[in-house]
């Protein structure tokens, strides 16, 4: 039973995440904007994403956007990328990534951590770990960045054109409907005058034979 229950809940904590990125999505693309600007603002939100200041993604972001006139939504949707459930991920690589850059073999480890003075050693190694995160992150995220410029854009740019194509059919149609509306009324109109007249040239005109008794008169 427990392994029975720990199945169901996995199963529903995967269909919450997949209706959450779904829905994410759909909002995504209803975003009012020029695909550019769109995707440039997603594009941003990725690599601030990367970032180890993970509290302040969303004020960074936006506050980048409107200095660039970027759209503010998307990038701080994208932000979001980092978040509780990928932090412990996301953090690793960059830590790693940095680290390996910035020549740093081990800052610390876990078992490591037993007593105050290690703790404090910790302390001190926190802006050496905080600036191997921070160049991990831009060596990621610039890379990151531009693929997501190009991803945005292209499903963004379609979306619209799909509602531009879906607005003209419409319009084609009514504008067909009021045109076939025209041509009966004035069908209708024409076969009423044509009733109400009628055709002269239909009409046989009334002989008046002539009297006898006036011609025997004139004899």
């Known amino acids: 039973m427990n392994r029975s229950d720990a199945k169901i809940r996995s199963s529903n904590k995967s269909r919450t995440l997949l209706t959450s990125v779904q829905k994410t999505y759909e909002r995504f693309l209803k975003i009012r904007g020029h695909p550019r600007e769109i995707?440039?603002?997603?594009?941003?939100?990725?690599?601030?994403?990367?970032?180890?200041f993970m509290g302040l993604h969303t004020i960074a972001a936006v506050a980048?956007?409107?200095?660039?006139?970027?759209?503010?939504?998307?990038?701080?949707?994208s932000v979001w990328i980092t978040n509780a459930v990928t932090a412990p991920l996301i953090y690793g690589i960059t830590y790693l990534v940095?680290?390996?850059?910035?020549?740093?073999?081990?800052?610390?480890?876990?078992?490591?951590?037993?007593?105050?003075?290690?703790?404090?050693?910790?302390?001190?190694?926190?802006?050496?770990?905080?600036?191997?995160?921070?160049?991990?992150?831009?060596?990621?995220?610039?890379?990151?960045?531009?693929?997501?410029?190009y991803f945005a854009f292209s499903i963004t740019s379609r979306y619209q054109e799909e509602i531009k194509a879906k607005i003209a059919r419409s319009k084609e149609k009514l504008a067909h409907k009021r045109q076939m509306r025209k041509a009966k009324s004035a069908m209708l109109d024409t076969a009423g005058k044509d009733l109400h007249t009628g055709n002269p040239g239909d009409q046989n005109p009334i002989e008046t034979e002539p009297n006898p008794s006036t011609n025997a008169s004139e004899n």
């Open 39 to 52: 995707a440039l603002g997603f594009a941003l939100g990725l690599f601030v994403g990367m970032s180890p």
């Open 64 to 77: 980048v956007a409107a200095l660039f006139k970027w759209n503010k939504i998307s990038a701080a949707i």
């Open 98 to 149: 940095g680290a390996r850059l910035m020549g740093i073999e081990k800052a610390f480890n876990l078992k490591d951590i037993n007593s105050l003075s290690s703790v404090y050693d910790l302390i001190l190694k926190t802006p050496e770990i905080v600036w191997a995160m921070i160049v991990g992150g831009m060596v990621i995220g610039l890379p990151l960045a531009v693929i997501g410029y």
